[in-house]
Nanobody, 124 residues
Framework: VQLVESGGGSEQSGGSLRLSCAAS????????MAWFRQAPGEEREGVAA???????QYADSVQGRFTISLDSDKNTVSLQMNTLKPEDTAMYYC???????????????????WGQGTRVTVSS
């Protein structure tokens, strides 16, 4: 199982970025997939997640601004981030789990496989 993130970078407040996570060794449509982020000095937090039934959950801080989606043909999971804020600055990680999570879809412990991360910096 391998997860490789891309699409990070620097953006001004109010702008948009799209992160992508390429998966290999498994089908993203058969797993719970999630995006987490970790800002300097802070704990890693769940941002958005989708399980194999299509249930989607977002952190309150990104609700209405971020959208998670799967592309089964390309075997990728993406995170469209709009109306970016300086507090969105963090390292963003893609994660995968064989578990059929519902209640704990945004819990870090629910996920077994992790990518190396991609950095997002939002300036004011």
């Amino acid at each position: 199982v391998q997860l490789v993130e891309s699409g990070g970078g620097s953006e001004q407040s109010g702008g948009s970025l799209r992160l992508s996570c390429a998966a290999s060794g498994f089908s993203v449509s058969a797993y719970s997939m999630a995006w987490f982020r970790q800002a300097p000095g802070e704990e890693r937090e769940g941002v958005a997640a989708i399980n194999r039934d299509g249930l989607i959950q977002y952190a309150d801080s990104v609700q209405g601004r971020f959208t998670i989606s799967l592309d089964s043909d390309k075997n990728t999971v993406s995170l469209q981030m709009n109306t970016l804020k300086p507090e969105d600055t963090a390292m963003y990680y893609c994660a995968a789990s064989r578990g059929m999570w519902t209640k704990f879809l945004l819990r870090e412990r629910s996920y077994t496989f992790w990518g190396q991360g991609t950095r997002v910096t939002v300036s004011s």
